[in-house]
T-cell receptor
Framework: KQEVTQIPAALSVPEGENLVLNCSFT??????LQWFRQDPGKGLTSLLLIQSSQREQTSGRLNASLDKSSGRSTLYIAASQPGDSATYLCAVIYGNNRLAFGKGNQVVVIP | NAGVTQTPKFQVLKTGQSMTLQCAQD?????MSWYRQDPGMGLRLIHY???????DQGEVPNGYNVSRSTTEDFPLRLLSAAPSQTSVYFCAVRRLAGGTEQYFGPGTRLTVT
C-alpha cells in the first residue's frame, strides 16, 4: 500500500523567508506527483504536477522537485508572503489509477 | 467552463436519513472519484469511476453507494447516515491516462447529528 508522509505537519516562518516542504512516499512506482494548496474551509487548488519522468517543475515562486528512486518530493516557495499561509498537500498517482495523499503541511507566514 | 461542481455546499442530516451528494463536471474527463477529509486523517478515497457504467471501491466505501450513468455526473449516496459520516466530501476528476492533473470540486460539508 502506498503511504505518503509530509514533514513537518505544521510550521511558521517570518515573511520573506523561503519555505521548504517535504513529501515522501513508500512505493516509487508512481505515475506523477501533484502539490495542492488548501485554504481553511475551501477545496484543493492544484499548484504543480510533476510527471514521473521529470525531476522538477516550476511556476512563479514555486518549485517542486521529484526524486522517484528515494521516494521524495520537495516544494520550495521563495520569498514567502502572508498570502502563502495555507495547508499544502502532496499526492501521488500509482498502481491502478489510485491516488494517495499526505496529511499536509500547515504553513503560517508571519508578517 | 464550470469545471467540477458539487451540491449542496452544506448539509445537516439526522442519523438514519438518506441523501445524495451531487458531483458534475464539464471537462469530459473519464476518471471521477469521491474523497472524504477528516481532521488528522487526511483525504481518503471512498469510490471511483473510470467511465460511465464502471465504478469501484476505494479505501473507505462502507455506508456509501455510487453509480455513473453519464460521463458528466457521479453522485454519492448515503443510504442511512451515521455520525461517523460527518466530514467534508470532495469530488475530483482527471483524464484516465496515468500522468494527468487532478481537479477538485469545492466540497460539501456534511454534519450528521
Amino acid at each position: 500500500k502506498q503511504e505518503v508522509t509530509q514533514i513537518p505537519a505544521a510550521l511558521s516562518v517570518p515573511e520573506g523567508e523561503n519555505l521548504v516542504l517535504n513529501c515522501s512516499f513508500t512505493d516509487s512506482a508512481i505515475y506523477n506527483l501533484q502539490w495542492f494548496r488548501q485554504d481553511p474551509g475551501k477545496g484543493l487548488t492544484s499548484l504543480l504536477l510533476i510527471q514521473s519522468s521529470q525531476r522538477e517543475q516550476t511556476s512563479g515562486r514555486l518549485n517542486a522537485s521529484l526524486d522517484k528512486s528515494s521516494g521524495r518530493s520537495t516544494l520550495y516557495i521563495a520569498a514567502s508572503q502572508p498570502g502563502d499561509s495555507a495547508t499544502y498537500l502532496c499526492a501521488v498517482i500509482y498502481g491502478n489509477n489510485r491516488l494517495a495523499f499526505g496529511k499536509g503541511n500547515q504553513v503560517v507566514v508571519i508578517p | 467552463n464550470a469545471g467540477v461542481t458539487q451540491t449542496p455546499k452544506f448539509q445537516v442530516l439526522k442519523t438514519g436519513q438518506s441523501m445524495t451528494l451531487q458531483c458534475a463536471q464539464d471537462m469530459n474527463h473519464e476518471y471521477m472519484s469521491w474523497y472524504r477529509q477528516d481532521p488528522g486523517m487526511g483525504l481518503r478515497l471512498i469510490h471511483y469511476s473510470v467511465g460511465a457504467g464502471i465504478t469501484d471501491q476505494g479505501e473507505v466505501p462502507n455506508g456509501y453507494n455510487v453509480s455513473r450513468s453519464t460521463t458528466e455526473d457521479f453522485p454519492l449516496r448515503l443510504l442511512s447516515a451515521a455520525p461517523s459520516q460527518t466530514s467534508v466530501y470532495f469530488c475530483a476528476v482527471r483524464r484516465l491516462a496515468g500522468g494527468t492533473e487532478q481537479y477538485f470540486g469545492p466540497g460539501t460539508r456534511l454534519t450528521v447529528t
